[in-house]
T-cell receptor, first 112, second 114 residues
């Protein structure tokens, strides 16, 4: 089955700096890669996603890049703000019924 | 805005007891997922339904867990008997047409087994 590795597990940045979270996946047939943000005690919420036919996608301060050859994808947050502090999960979707496999999560702390 | 509903939000039970969780997906969403999230980890898929049919339950401990979605709408996840290691957040999610479309998560049920 699919295996998704995510790093770092924790990340602290100063407000205004950029944050980068990286993930690798094992199944070359994976074709959809969502990123979720989960605040303490709340449900995961989709913040951005990318499909396998696209190399990069941007939404305001958030961008995701995908390298299919290397089987890795990354989340980039620019001009970080304290409200960006949360746990971020990457995921990869594969298989006939599009099973979603999540990474272990990255706890991001933005220091004011 | 429509949301996925789950109940109860919190459940404390003793080991060896039975527990059940309920999920009502967003209206019209054919795909429903049950995940288990242990503190500090990512959600782990337990079971995935397409309408009323199970399409993936490879990670479901079938000796004690069961799930059903009889009419292809709401769903129930049951654990019998509960074990200490089952303490976790149980999340339900739904999507309109498989995982290529956004999954909407419910608020989850926090289970504590004592």
């Amino acid at each position: 089955g699919e295996n998704v590795e995510q790093h770092p597990s924790t990340l602290s940045v100063q407000e205004g700096d950029s944050a980068v979270i990286k993930c690798t996946y094992s199944d070359s047939a994976s074709n959809y890669f969502p990123w979720y943000k989960q605040e303490l005690g709340k449900r995961p919420q989709l913040i951005i996603d990318i499909r396998s036919n696209v190399g990069e996608k941007k939404d305001q301060r958030i961008a995701v890049t995908l390298n299919k050859t290397a089987k890795h994808f990354s989340l980039h947050i620019t001009e970080t703000q304290p409200e960006d502090s949360a746990v971020y999960f990457c995921a990869a979707t594969s298989g006939g019924y599009q099973k979603v496999t999540f990474g272990i999560g990255t706890k991001l702390q933005v220091i004011p | 805005e429509a949301e996925v509903a789950q109940s109860p939000r919190y459940k404390i039970t003793e080991k060896s007891q039975a527990v059940a969780f309920w999920c009502d997906p967003i209206s019209g969403h054919a795909t429903l997922y049950w995940y288990r999230q242990i503190l500090g980890q990512g959600p782990e898929l337990l079971v995935q339904f397409q309408d009323e049919s199970v399409v993936d339950d490879s990670q479901l401990p079938k000796d004690r867990f069961s799930a059903e979605r009889l009419k292809g709408v709401d769903s129930t996840l049951k654990i019998q008997p509960a074990e200490l290691g089952d303490s976790a957040m149980y999340l339900c999610a739904s999507s309109s047409s498989g995982a290529l479309y956004e999954q909407y998560f419910g608020p989850g049920t926090r289970l504590t087994v004592t």
